[in-house]
């Protein structure tokens, strides 16, 4: 039997440390938290002592009964806060019984003597707490790393057709969630070609697109998004594909970017070759009064600053284009080359204006679409355009769906995911509403 120690500074990066270095057949004997992290104690071969009926439980149970005795003996503590006080009431009266012969007496001025307040209960250790959410939080990733390993494993084997279906989908870079809703859609279908092919074509029909272009529709249009995105682009493709269908007379651009530098140079440039008025809106101006003059203009596009979302600058920006008399229709600017998370944190942040839906850029460069797909289809952002490249206007583009989803499997990653990226996968499922899978 081969034991070692692992150290990581979180139970998911241990438990990939185990798989990586004893595989997935490892057994985990022991964990506990240390200085900047955790500890794991794997064992490879690990076969179970007759002699030590303790032993198959493994530390997880020692450690789930240690952290419930200490929750269950916080909460005690806690509750005898609350009863201090009528226990104290109950041993002041506990040896004045009040019997019928007893005559009532009459209550004098003199106030009797209030007795002692009870000394206050021990104040619990915040250090408890947060030893015990540590443990708790350790344990429940333990968990989720282990379900997730079983699960795919169990549909590897009951169901090698759905198996091969996660990977396809994992390829092309979907979301757990969403891949299990399409896999729901075809579970019916034997063939595994037909499979593919309606499962490509549900994904399609969840992708939403606007009935009318934006353009086409006129009115006030902003470019929201952090730094980086591309939206000054997206804007002069935008007005460059106006300009050359009904001319200049009826576009105005307005930029309320006023951080970075050069950002106002690039639209009064932009607006001299196209001959288009330019408005600049400064910070603690009103968009409004800003707004009123170009209302008579069949379109106003809007470039706005990417800010962070802890500048409260961000804020002002978005409750200026979310307050009354504006009717903004706000566009989310999502590079596709960005990851995940930052995808994520940008819907988040700049939902409070009121999205009317996303335009996705930089398709040219990507090497994923799954990403952005999945957040546009789980919150149900329409795609309003597409931009492949810096010329203007000629890559901007209205979105095709079977397009845009033929496009992402073209662009899918050429090797399978790993079996330890499937399991981390399906980890997560486990946070979702829905945890069955297959």
Not at 89 to 108: D, H, I, K, M
Not at 196 to 220: D, F, K, N, Q, S
Request: overall charge neutral.
């Amino acid at each position: 039997m081969q034991v070692k120690r692992f150290f990581a500074a979180d139970m998911r990066q241990a438990m990939k440390l185990v798989r990586d270095e004893l595989g997935a057949d490892a057994a985990i004997i022991g964990n506990r938290r240390i200085a900047g992290g955790v500890e794991l104690t794997a064992a490879l071969d690990y076969t179970p002592s007759a002699l030590a009926p303790r032993v198959p439980n493994m530390e997880l149970e020692d450690e789930l009964r240690k952290t419930a005795s200490r929750i269950v003996s916080a909460q005690a503590e806690l509750s005898m806060r609350g009863d201090s006080d009528a226990t104290t009431n109950r041993q002041l009266f506990a040896g004045l019984p009040l019997t019928a012969a007893e005559p009532l007496v009459e209550p004098t001025f003199k106030e009797p003597p209030r007795p002692a307040a009870p000394a206050p209960a021990p104040a619990v250790d915040q250090r408890v707490f947060d030893s015990m959410r540590f443990e708790l939080n350790g344990l429940r990733e333990l968990l989720e790393v282990q379900l997730g390993s079983l699960a795919w494993n169990q549909l590897q084997g009951s169901k090698p057709q759905q198996a091969n279906l996660w990977r396809r989908l994992q390829r092309i870079g979907l979301s757990g969630p969403l891949s299990r809703d399409l896999l729901a859609l075809t579970t019916e279908i034997e063939e595994p070609r037909q499979a593919w092919r309606m499962l490509l074509a549900h994904l399609a029909r969840m992708i939403v697109t606007p009935e009318i272009e934006p353009l086409e529709e006129g009115g006030v249009i902003a470019m929201v998004g952090p730094a980086g995105m591309g939206k000054t682009t997206t804007l002069a493709k935008l007005a460059a594909r106006y300009v050359l269908k009904y001319g200049a007379q009826n576009i105005a651009l307005v930029s309320m970017d006023s951080y970075r530098i050069g950002a106002q140079e690039q639209l009064k440039t932009l607006g001299r070759i196209l001959n288009v008025p330019v408005t600049h809106v400064d910070p603690g101006q009103s968009l409004a009064n800003a707004l009123d003059p170009l209302l008579r203009k069949r379109v106003v596009l809007i470039d706005t600053a990417g800010l962070q979302a802890s500048d409260p600058a961000l804020r002002m920006q978005l409750e200026s284009l979310a307050g009354r008399g504006i009717k903004s229709k706000n566009y989310l600017v999502l590079a596709t080359t960005s990851q995940k998370q930052v995808l994520t944190a940008a819907y988040h942040s700049y939902k409070r204006c009121g999205l009317a839906g996303c335009i996705l850029t930089k398709l040219d460069e990507t090497a994923s679409l799954g990403e952005v797909l999945s957040l546009a289809i789980s919150h149900e952002l329409p795609v309003a355009y597409l931009t492949d490249g810096p010329r203007i206007p000629d890559d901007l583009h209205l979105p095709r769906r079977h397009q845009l989803v033929s496009r992402a499997v073209s662009v899918q990653m050429q090797e399978e995911p790993s079996e330890e990226a499937m399991a981390d996968m399906f980890a997560d499922l486990y946070h979702s509403p829905a945890k069955r899978v297959g």
